[in-house]
């Protein structure tokens, strides 16, 4: 059980997810990727999905006074975050055609986070449920179709 807590507070299963639709983008689309585009897009996506959780976890239950202790509870957040940083950059290294559409979705992502940002002028993105619904479904759809499309034009025309 406490595996799959593990796995399941650590955003694991759903960047399994974000790997099979990738997958399934190679298949419907006959193209064939490297196994470094699905590793990006794992770590990638667990790299995010834990940056989202360890700043609204913060936002949510903790004040600036309390920092030095938010960090050595969220350790463990903090450390699959550095591992998946790592072999994201590691497996962009091996994708340079890539990068734009990386680029594009980290934006995507700081989108995302913006309601958890401590800035007065951004507390009417509080309210904006509906779009962080929309925004994380147009960010889904364009990493696990984006990254692997790119990264076969650029193949196709070096073949050229």
């Keep these: 059980m406490r595996l799959l807590q593990f796995i399941l507070s650590h955003s694991f299963f759903i960047s399994f997810c ?3 639709l990738c ?3 190679c298949q419907f689309l006959n193209i064939s990727v490297n196994f470094y585009v699905f590793g990006l897009v794992f770590f990638a996506t667990l790299s995010s999905y834990n940056f989202y959780w360890f700043i609204s976890n913060y936002d949510f239950s903790y004040k600036a006074t309390d920092l030095r202790n938010y960090f050595i509870e969220r350790k463990s957040n903090i450390f699959i ?3 998946s ?5 590691f497996c962009l290294n091996s994708l340079p055609a890539v990068l734009p559409v990386v680029l594009v979705a980290i934006f995507l992502t700081l989108l995302y986070s913006v309601p958890l940002w401590p800035l007065k002028k951004l507390t009417f993105t509080h309210k904006a449920g509906f779009l962080k619904t929309v925004l994380l479904a147009f960010t889904w759809a364009f990493v696990t179709v984006m990254i692997p499309v790119q990264q076969n034009i650029k193949i196709d ?3 050229l």
Excluded: W
């Excluded at 940083?85 to 950059?89: A, D, K, V």
């Design 85 to 89: 940083g790592s072999g994201m950059l």
């Design 81 to 83: 975050l550095l591992i």
């Design 18 to 20: 974000a790997v099979a």
């Design 157 to 159: 025309v070096v073949a």
């Design 23 to 25: 997958f399934q983008t």
